[in-house]
């Protein structure tokens, strides 16, 4: 009698053993890099064969895309929604600021670590790619009617980038006063294109 197959269960199985080779991938990464972590060394930290994690992803570059992504997705850079219901330019750029603090704060050791690559290392320059482009449409929320001015949105987009805020910590404020330092300055600035 031909043995029968659970697909489903099957398909459970799949997607476990793809988030473990994915989880031991982030692992991996945090300690060595991307460019320092081999498929192999993949393999064993994830317990599976290294065939395995070849069948899922077919090379090192997709598997570090896909885990990078998910990197970026752990570090919950804030979406448009949180502006849902928030009037105000003031408002909605305080909120802006602090929330993008919060995810500097949380995404810090990777920072270090991507900084730690060597220039060119495909998997960084893709969540980077993705990084900005998600900044882009948040800011674009946060400034609402003031979205369509290019410079508004170029000129906040570069301030929020992390050296920034760090910046002024490093100067010896807290994160609360370098929130609002540079959320000030960004109000100041803006107050003159609208």
């Known amino acids: 009698m031909p043995r029968s ?3 489903g269960k099957r398909a459970v199985q ?3 053993t793809r988030r473990r080779i994915i989880d031991a991938a982030v692992e991996l990464y945090q300690e060595h890099g991307v460019t320092g972590t081999t498929m192999l060394d ?3 930290r994830a317990d599976v064969a290294p065939g395995t994690v070849a069948n899922h992803f077919g090379s090192a570059e997709a598997l570090a895309t ?3 992504a998910k990197i970026l997705a752990d570090l919950r850079l804030p979406s448009p929604e949180l502006f849902g219901g928030v ?3 003031e408002v909605r750029i305080r909120l802006l600021v602090r929330e993008l603090a919060a995810f500097y704060d949380r995404g810090e050791t990777w920072y270090r670590v991507m900084q730690r690559e060597p220039t060119g290392a495909e998997a960084w320059a893709d969540a980077e790619a993705r990084y900005y482009l998600e900044l882009d449409t948040l800011v674009r929320a946060a400034l609402g009617p003031v979205a369509d001015d290019p410079d508004a949105v170029a000129v906040v987009a570069a301030v929020l980038r992390t050296w920034v ?3 002024i910590q490093a100067s010896g404020r807290s994160v609360d ?3 609002d330092l540079t959320a000030g300055l960004l109000l100041a600035w803006l107050s003159t294109r609208t």
Do not use: C, M, P, Q
């Open 5 to 7: 197959y659970a697909l």
């Open 14 to 16: 799949r997607a476990d």
């Open 42 to 44: 993949v393999a064993r």
């Open 66 to 68: 896909e885990a990078t």
């Open 87 to 89: 009037d105000g330019l």
């Open 165 to 167: 805020i760090g910046s």
């Open 177 to 179: 006063e370098a929130v």
